[in-house]
């Protein structure tokens, strides 16, 4: 605020945006609700960019399918892979955007293979994971869903297993297909096809099928430092989502500066003095994420996975979902999958295997809890690539314990490093690169040790 405490700022802001009725609110105070709408807002603008590359540009190389409709990634990862970063290889995703304004959404999950872990994670608008189908949720049998937006209202038609109803009437749905190996690709193509999506009038084979009003999509701003500009697309997007109940009275106030209100936000219909104060708002909004970040989340004070969830875990802690939007967009609820980074050996330095040896070692009854599997992946910290070698091992998993060298106490040590640990463990031999490398331990299904803490991940020691 200091700022803007001059007298000359302290007058009125008037807003007079189109034709609805002058709202006058003070410099201060706009400031102060810019702030708050700025980190309220800030994850949908951040999932809007990739609803447009994925939905909406067809010209964007990021492009997958229009709304409802799957795509899916079936690439082979290995160490000559260059066009995704840190990709998972024992993991494959499908995509679909899912838009409920005219008539709900039937998706159907096929039977799988009880031993595969799948898994469909629903994210609406404000990054909430409002619900998850699947292996751990739903089963492995089957079944039809209907998701629904926040103002549908009808009887549950025949043979539909869930009701899933959504805070919004824009959805993302992530799906996650495990995949044994290499040569399990036709299968895992296999489940995936199985991944359908119809509007409800076709699956009740209705001639008569509801439209949705057509929408001139905005094109998301690229900028590194936001402008008032992005309220303009903050107020675009709330149209599909109703205020909840507990967030009336703040979505009353966004309108008091423009956002949310019954007219179009126009940012270049304000004066320089209001620009400033908005400005302001957004950059004091940015301060304090930097420093909840710095403070709480860096620090470890507050695990990342508690960043990521539906409402009732978030518990409308904006700063938080807001982070979980700035360090990992679209993450799996801890509940599904944990994902652990390893960056630093045991003395905190950064993992370089020019001339150091590393191990990971786990006792012989502290191996992941998990209902599903674990995999432990590594890549090189520049590229953010796979690290090609000559045995094409780019992670070990939990499905390969039964061909790898036990410790004599029934530990597994894992070996770290650019040269062979000779033929002996060569089964036990993660390759490095000569420079920075850092690895990821991906837990599906974790157990509630992981959770509540008593089981703590390994660190990486140096070797003699």
Known sequence: MKSLALPALCLALLFSLGARAEVKVELLEAEAIAKEAYIYGYPMLELYKTLYIQAIDTESNAYQAPFNRVAHNTDVYNGKTTAVQSPIPDTRYSFAWLDLRAEPIVLTLPAVDSERYFSVQLTDLFTHNFAYLGRRTTGSKGGRFLIVGPNWEGPTPEKIDQ?????????????????????DMAKMRQVQQGYTLQTLSSYLKLQARPTAPRLDWPVPSPDANPTPDVFRLMDFLLQFVPPHPSEVALRQRLTRIGINSDQPFYPDRLTAGQYNALQAGINDARDEFITFKSAEVDSGQIPTTELFGDREHLANNYLARYAGAAVGLFAASAEEANFIGYFNDEYQRPLNGLRTRYALHFAADQLPPVDAFWSLTLYDANTKLLIDN?????????????????????GLTLYLQRLTPGIAMESNWMPVPPGPFYGVLRLYEPGPEVANGQWRPPVITVQP
């Open 163 to 183: 009701v899933v109803r959504s805070e919004s009437s824009l959805v993302y749905a992530l799906y996650r297909t495990q995949l044994f190996d290499d040569r």
């Open 390 to 410: 000559r045995l094409n091992r780019y992670l070990v998993n939990s499905r390969m314990l039964n061909r790898l060298q036990r410790d004599p106490d029934g």
